[in-house]
């Protein structure tokens, strides 16, 4: 559904993407994993089009959005829900009001729908009783639910984790890798997760994608990545003791 083809991004004289190329399947979690610098956060931005590459192609259902101006982009915008690092809520918005944006300012739909939606959406984060909070007086965790149920809301076909985890101690992270499934299982989303996370990549993926030196230098399913021979993936990956 989501074909990357020797996709290249440089930034001045930085060469961050020098030729990725992977393919994102129907209904899967794909996790891409890679050191800081790696090119991760700026792969997301190209497969959902809010960057564009150097040279190379991103195609989704069909249609390479890298040729596309910006407003033939603004369709294919709409089917991504993005969690961005840092939650990116509105402080001076409640938790239902959060939620609801996308769906008031990109879809417009009639309010008993928004809140048919929203609190469903708030239902699977375990998140009805904070409905009328502010973010400042959430734990960081709950804002990061907040945020996965925002991304999700629109019902958008795929979901772009950025880094979700960052921040978090690992009892709150095992938390958000735990929500990222169920919203994966109510919303049937195919997600793309970024992050050095191995533990969360462990318990979310069905595929991983392994950045390096700008090329996708890995890829397989976790236990596939778990056994390889490599020795810079298993540096990269020591430490995390089992499976899903």
């Known amino acids: 559904m989501i074909q990357v083809r020797n996709l290249r991004k440089s930034f001045g004289g930085d060469i961050v993407l020098r030729g990725v190329n992977l393919d994102v ?14 090119g991760k956060s700026v792969l997301l931005k190209h ?7 150097d040279s190379g192609q991103v195609i989704v259902d069909g249609t ?3 040729t596309l101006s910006e407003e033939q982009l603004t369709p294919i915008r709409m089917k991504f829900g993005v969690e961005f690092q840092g939650t990116a809520l509105f402080d001076s918005m409640t938790v239902f009001d959060n939620v609801a944006f996308p769906l008031r300012e990109r879809l417009q739909l009639p309010e008993p729908e928004i809140e048919k939606r929203v609190d469903r959406a708030l239902a699977v984060m375990e998140l009805l009783g904070a409905k009328d909070k ?3 007086e959430l734990s960081g965790g709950m804002q990061r639910r907040v945020a996965l149920a925002r991304a999700c809301v629109p019902l958008p076909p795929y979901v772009v984790y ?4 960052a921040g ?4 709150l992270a095992k938390e958000i890798c735990r929500y990222i499934l169920e919203m994966r299982n109510s919303y049937h989303t195919t997600n793309i997760v970024a992050t050095y996370d191995m533990t969360c990549a462990a318990s979310v993926a069905d595929r991983i994608a392994m950045l390096h030196e700008g090329v996708t230098y890995a890829m397989g399913t976790p236990k596939q990545i778990w056994a390889t021979s490599d020795p810079f993936v298993r540096k990269f990956v020591a430490g995390v003791a089992s499976l899903r």
């Open 25 to 38: 399947r129907d209904a899967e979690t794909l996790v891409i994993i890679g050191d800081s610098g790696s």
């Open 47 to 53: 497969l959902c089009g809010l960057m564009k590459p």
């Open 64 to 66: 390479d959005i890298v």
């Open 134 to 136: 502010k973010p400042a």
């Open 162 to 165: 950025d880094d979700p985890t």
């Open 168 to 171: 978090l101690d690992p009892i």
